[in-house]
């Protein structure tokens, strides 16, 4: 990758440290967290230090195992009990992550099978599963970006993006911007437009950031903005990421991902969401539940400045949800699927090993 | 109106002073400016202290004249030349602005007319002239409101805004509200929604302040959550304003109107702009010139807060087009305007005395 292209994670001699780059302040600071605890590391994810699913369950496997290495180096051999208490204290600080509970899961079994036999390669072994579901994730993201090179055109291309389902959220190339930084290497020229995804404006603050970073080009514009961007005729194809896929093809994700799907579909802009096998909901019921409503105050101010006086309400659901029909294909890292969506999402789901178990 | 209704602007007695809303400390904090003199009236379109054309026409109009009566006050009876200073004063504040060399245009004229053979009375012609401006957009905003009630739901209404073509727009009900207040005030339920508006969130800060003073329930969403609103299908109808509207029924106006009348057609829900016969443009090429870029620091920062890396260009064009196919009506004081609009935005044109002259 490009000399500039951002390090999420960075891990000290020994597993003394777990050096993070410091999400909360982007893009003002530049700096990574030393992590040297199981404490350390989840209070970075409660503080969003690290955010994306994917980034947080990497962040907390190797956490669980940077702690269990910890403990045995100061002498204490750590017990299952240690490591079930290490393991529910990073859980709790993001209990409905997904990838953070299976991540961590992957290293308490690492570390639990064969403790009884060999309880001294307990740790080596959880270790060892970390590392797997780090690698396993970009592994993932550059599979994505190799298949997705297809739908990029060959030169001069022009991308939106919303949100981060960039390299900050996965620890690789991400999901949606790794087409873009593959075709980057690769000498294409391109551009990206990121939209800001207001209220807590990822698109704006971290996508524009890694990917100037990366020196490919990229100019920010305000939610409100996409229409009239696709309207003017320079948008060749819209790339989202997903926090879940339904079986039927409908995509979950960061609000204002459902507009610029209608958006696109009057513009004829093809829309393309990047989804990892890990975000396939197995169960069409899981789709019905309430979109997940996050605090006003994330629309109510920006900053030091009041935005929203006090007498009006707020409405500020996290994730819409977009309909297969407005779906041109999905990314995956087994390759691209395009539409009727549901057998080939079910294939998938049977196909991939990288698949998160139900629930 | 109800108690609690914004008071834009209230004369002193023997014109002292303009007392005017400060809108840049909206909604924070609620406070009237004293105005005593051109400079300061000038300063305050300069500072946004009074944004929204139909305001900005009337604060010009009421500056020029206030200028006028405060050099007769101080003994200097205004000569012609002081009078043509003045008005090129107030209107460099914002020399684009069609409804302020309008507004100062009739007051100017007022002041010359008559001036030879009365010079004694040509203030008090002036000041005649700015409240006839002033109470013409008073007009036109309750006429509009008047036509408009009849496509409001009679109860429990859900009607979307867009920016603020609201009474902090006009100095009297506003246009795109208008119908809001009188159908509050003839004791109908109804609620809103207010997108907050980014880059400047005119909806956020303006729009939410004066419908929640009057009493009027008001939710403010990001630009984002429209599509999401729209699809939970609450939303009846949505009503945005018009900074002018081309001879074919074209509407230019704030950013992000045209995706919100994209989302607005797919899902079936009536698209209205509010639109007084001062917007139209009579000569269509005159859409075809380049929409006005705004610095890009209005994307960039909110409040204290740096939101864009420095190495990430920033797109921030002020207004988009939205075409006719898109518009279920154009309401304006002279009645609710249906498609074909061409002929029908002629025949207005041509009756309407309130309409701005060419240039």
Redesign the interface.
């Known amino acids: 990758m490009p000399p500039g292209f951002p390090e999420l994670f960075r891990l000290g001699d020994g597993w003394e440290a777990l050096h993070m780059l410091d999400q909360a302040r982007?893009?003002?600071e530049e700096c990574h967290v030393a992590l040297r605890s199981a404490v350390d590391v989840a209070r970075s994810i409660r503080t969003l230090q690290v955010r994306g699913a994917p980034a947080i369950g990497i962040a907390g496997a190797l956490g669980l195992a940077l702690e269990l290495r910890r403990l045995a180096r100061a002498g204490t051999a750590p017990a299952p009990e240690a490591a079930r208490q290490a393991h529910d204290l990073l859980f709790a600080a993001r209990p409905t992550g997904r990838n953070l509970g299976w991540g961590l899961r992957r290293v308490l079994e690492a570390f639990l099978d064969g403790y009884e036999s060999d309880p001294g390669g307990s740790v080596d072994r959880a270790c060892d599963a970390a590392l797997g579901v780090w690698e396993g994730e970009v592994r993932r993201c550059r599979s994505i970006g190799e298949h997705a090179l297809e739908v990029i055109p060959d030169a001069g291309a022009t991308i939106l993006l919303h949100c981060n389902a960039g390299a900050l959220a996965t620890g690789g190339l991400g999901t949606a911007t790794a087409p873009l930084y593959l075709a980057h290497e690769q000498g294409r020229t391109l551009r990206a437009?990121?939209?800001?995804?207001?209220?807590v404006?990822q698109g704006?603050?971290l996508t524009?950031?890694e990917?100037?970073?990366a020196g490919i080009?990229?100019?920010?514009?305000?939610?409100?903005?996409?229409?009239?961007?696709m309207?003017s005729g320079v948008v060749d194809l819209v790339i989202v990421g997903a926090d879940a896929v339904a079986p039927d093809g409908t995509v979950v994700n960061k609000?204002?991902t459902?507009?610029?799907a209608?958006?696109a579909?009057?513009h004829a802009v093809p829309f393309y969401v990047a989804a990892p096998s890990t975000t396939l909901e197995p169960r069409l019921e899981a789709m019905d539940i309430p979109?997940e409503e996050r605090d006003d105050t994330e629309?109510?101010?920006?900053?030091?400045?009041?935005?929203?006086?006090?007498?009006?309400?707020?409405?500020?659901?996290a994730f819409?949800?977009t309909p297969p029909h407005l779906i041109t294909a999905i990314l995956t890292e087994a390759g691209i699927l395009r539409p009727p969506f549901a057998p080939r999402l079910r294939t998938l789901a049977q196909d991939t090993p990288g698949a998160l178990p139900d629930g």
């Open positions: 982007l893009p003002g437009f990121a939209g800001e995804t207001r209220p404006l704006a603050r524009a950031w990917l100037s970073r080009p990229v100019t920010v514009v305000t939610d409100s903005m996409a229409g009239a961007l309207a609000i204002g459902y507009g610029l209608v958006l579909d009057y979109v629309v109510r101010s920006c900053g030091d400045r009041l935005l929203v006086p006090p007498d009006a309400s707020v409405w500020n659901p819409d949800r």
